[in-house]
């Protein structure tokens, strides 16, 4: 028995999301998996870092499966994505230890927002990005954002309503200008459902002037989903990147 | 009567090309006319500075209307735009002399070739990138280039039979790589059906060995299409800009 760690990126524009769900939907795991067992001859479970969400995209998504023996990594890797269609790819495998497991051995993860600002959205990135067509003050935006870097309840800012623990902690929060577009960086040791695009709402409607950035205080002191900022679509976040030790 | 010059850019993947034919086919100028007709009130042919083939796409496309009187440019655009469908759409609206013609008053042109030269196209610009997965020698194939820079009788180049003058005026190639993406820049007073497609086609084959770059000067010399390279397909190719004076 050998373990893998897949890296994967996706369009999840046409997907119900990473998670199997039944025969019946389109989604990234159930995908992986019927094309694993197509070309391995027999079943194997793809288990995600964890799951993205309808609509979700991944630039770096990972994945670990247990296989019967040892493989070539890189003609593994060739077949699998013969078999997948061009919005999923493999773009590297690696053996890894027995016992490896991509959602529990997972220490942290970096998600990308993105907006474009512009009038009627830029034709060719349409489908990755959320149209905001507003001025936004970036500088309050930072200000808020700085509030919800480090350990926090972050309560407040999911749709899960049966977490055990909703004690996160974000790294690092970076907002960057791309000329009409922006990109929003989080690196944090786990993010809990709808968390991203619930902060990314919120810090719009900082940057819109709805809200003041130190409301962001207030909004996670409450721990009252109804306090924070709109969802935004999932259209226009990535998972970037797993982290391992 | 006031003429306007619009700068249009879309997504050609679903079109059969610009130029309207008929009633039937899905084409850039048959979306545009119907959607300024309705906007506003008469039927306004919308004279592009050229046809783009089915598939190709533009970032700076231009054409020019002449309208019954003087109009709101900003709103205007912001009109159309809204009827447009999202994979169209107008970038600025300009009024110009009378007299002026989008394709007539044309004085040069500058296309993109983008490829992906991954074992796998990248999944997010796999719609707008030629996927050519080989080692390519750039130097040769910038050296190739500048062989067809200056003016020169392209006639092997084209797929046009009917051209009454095969010869144009290219200023420049630049050949510039982007991580494993490969963008060629052309910039010329016109280019004839499928020119940029059959040089960049000719490119390649020099790129990964098949041709040595002074094969280029006995393909211009001989004007027979048959000698030279392949029809790279259209998602590659941007119409980027249409110089006037």
Redesign the interface.
Known sequence: MRTYKLTI???GSKYQGWQKQGNTSLTIQGMLESVVEKVVGYYVPVNGSGRTDRGV?A?GQTASIVLAGMIDTHEFM?NI?EQLP????ILQVDLVKNGFHARLGAKGKCYEYWLDLR??????T?K?TYHFPKKLQISEMKKAASFLVGEHDFKAFTDKKDEKSTIRCIYDIKIEEYGSKIKIEYKGNGFMYHMIRIITGTLLEVGDGRRKPEEVCTILESKKRGNAGFLVPARGLFLKEVYYE
Chains 1, 2 share one sequence.
């Open positions: 990126a996706y369009d995209h630039k060739c994505n061009s919005d999923i790819q009038e009627k959205p830029e034709v060719f349409r990755y």
